[in-house]
């Protein structure tokens, strides 16, 4: 199922919670709605869901407009943050109450309830209650109620912010074998950026009810169109400045780290442009030597040494460039001796320098 959002904005009142949304969910994909508390994601998809009005614009499903109709009519299965199970009713009657809304055939409804338990795994536990599931088993029962009424679209609303951190890393895995299995459109809401890189077929990133950009995961880490979302989709450095000049695809940026060379920008920019630079922190390298050289070299001083194991974290600064701070991570680091207080050189290719526009007010969350 194809799912088409056409101008849509959602108003409470004087408040825009969600601003000319326009936007296309291909059929099969398992699409991520990213964004900060507030930004209108979850209202976005009560309104796919038929749960909320749409104040203003059309919403398509395989270019059937669908705006006014009705939720029981759009033929939804979504999971809910804290999974809403009957906590009286056993595993298989939770999966199947749905169904018998339906008014199925009894062998039909077994038959698709068999079919969704074998798929989220679940069959094991058929005749036990929530309360006797851990939570990562729970939130399959949910799935499996949602998947069994066969619906057009799937939506994920936050499903893993309720688990601890190893089984969410588990239910991730889960979620995308099923997704796999049955190639249902899916809709997944949430604010955790490595679920949705380390899932997703597409992103849309929201931001105070507006949609700042549509890509699939690895062009939005590396080719994000605002510091904004450079600074939301994992980690990066923003450093401000101006385009000195401009030649065969490469611009030389004045900065408070000196001047530095960039060959990948986000839109055109011209000479005397006031520009933001994203650099990643594993983008940076280490002088280790003391060469004091290396493409884009700049002086810093170490201010803070995090050791995490496979990993070790500089937080850098630059006393000079008005209190301007960096972070510097390594992989598999070498054994060195810099200390705190150590004065030490950095660069970073051109190519790792992404130049962006000043950060543009958008408002404060909805």
């Keep these: 199922m194809e799912v088409v959002f056409k101008g849509i904005y959602k108003r409470y009142?004087?408040?825009?919670?969600?601003?000319?949304?326009?936007?296309?969910i291909e059929k099969g994909a398992l699409h991520f709605l990213?964004?900060?508390?507030?930004?209108?994601?979850?209202?976005?998809?009560?309104?796919?869901?038929?749960?909320?009005?749409?104040?203003?614009?059309?919403?398509?499903?395989?270019g059937v407009d669908v705006t006014r109709k009705p939720a029981v009519e759009r033929g939804i299965g979504m999971v809910?943050?804290?999974?809403?199970?009957?906590?009286?009713?056993?595993?298989?009657?939770?999966?199947?109450?749905?169904?018998?809304?339906?008014?199925?055939?009894?062998?039909e409804v077994k038959r698709r309830i068999d079919e969704v338990m074998d798929i989220?795994?679940?069959?094991?536990?058929?005749?036990?209650?929530?309360?006797?599931?851990?939570?990562?088993?729970?939130?399959?029962?949910?799935?499996?109620?949602?998947?069994?009424?066969?619906?057009?679209?799937?939506?994920?609303?936050?499903?893993?912010s309720n688990l601890d951190a190893k089984l969410r890393m588990e239910m991730r895995d889960n979620i995308l074998r099923i997704h796999r299995q049955t190639g249902i459109t899916t809709l997944y809401v949430t604010h955790d950026?490595?679920?949705?890189?380390?899932?997703?077929?597409?992103?849309?990133?929201?931001?105070?009810?507006?949609?700042?950009?549509?890509?699939?995961?690895?062009?939005?880490?590396?080719?994000?169109?605002?510091?904004?979302i450079a600074g939301f989709?994992?980690?990066?450095?923003?450093?401000?400045?101006?385009?000195?000049?401009?030649?065969?695809?490469?611009?030389?940026?004045?900065?408070?780290?000196?001047r530095l060379r960039a060959t990948h920008f986000s839109g055109p920019f011209k000479v005397g442009d006031h520009v933001t630079l994203s650099m990643r922190p594993e983008a940076i390298r280490i002088d280790w030597t003391g060469s004091g050289q290396g493409e884009n070299f700049f002086k810093t001083r170490i201010d803070h040494l995090t050791y995490l194991g496979e990993s070790e974290q500089f937080q850098l600064s630059q006393p000079e460039g008005g209190g301007l701070t960096l972070k510097v991570n390594f992989y598999h680091a070498p054994i060195h001796?810099?200390?705190?207080?150590?004065?030490?050189?950095?660069?970073?290719?051109?190519?790792?320098?992404?130049?962006?526009?000043?950060?543009?007010?958008?408002?404060?969350?909805?």
Excluded at 134 to 142: E, I, K, L, P, W
Excluded at 340 to 345: K, N, R, S, V, W
Aim: aromatic share 6%.
């Design 80 to 107: 809910f943050q804290n999974y809403a199970l009957w906590p009286h009713m056993t595993v298989y009657k939770n999966v199947e109450y749905g169904l018998k809304l339906r008014k199925l055939p009894a062998a």
């Design 337 to 366: 001796s810099f200390r705190e207080g150590d004065a030490i050189g950095c660069s970073i290719a051109a190519e790792d320098v992404l130049v962006l526009p000043v950060q543009s007010e958008i408002g404060p969350g909805t």
């Design 193 to 228: 950026q490595r679920e949705a890189l380390s899932m997703g077929t597409q992103i849309s990133v929201m931001h105070a009810g507006h949609l700042i950009q549509t890509d699939a995961p690895r062009r939005l880490y590396t080719f994000p169109k605002t510091a904004f």
């Design 120 to 160: 989220t795994r679940l069959t094991q536990y058929a005749d036990r209650l929530p309360g006797q599931l851990s939570g990562g088993q729970q939130q399959r029962v949910a799935l499996a109620r949602a998947l069994a009424i066969r619906p057009n679209v799937l939506l994920l609303d936050e499903p893993l």
């Design 13 to 24: 009142g004087q408040t825009t919670a969600v601003h000319d949304l326009n936007l296309k």
């Design 34 to 62: 990213l964004g900060p508390s507030g930004c209108g994601k979850t209202t976005t998809l009560r309104m796919l869901a038929g749960l909320e009005a749409v104040t203003e614009g059309q919403l398509f499903f395989d």
């Design 233 to 258: 989709i994992g980690e990066t450095n923003l450093v401000s400045g101006h385009v000195v000049s401009w030649a065969n695809g490469e611009a030389a940026i004045e900065t408070a780290l000196g």
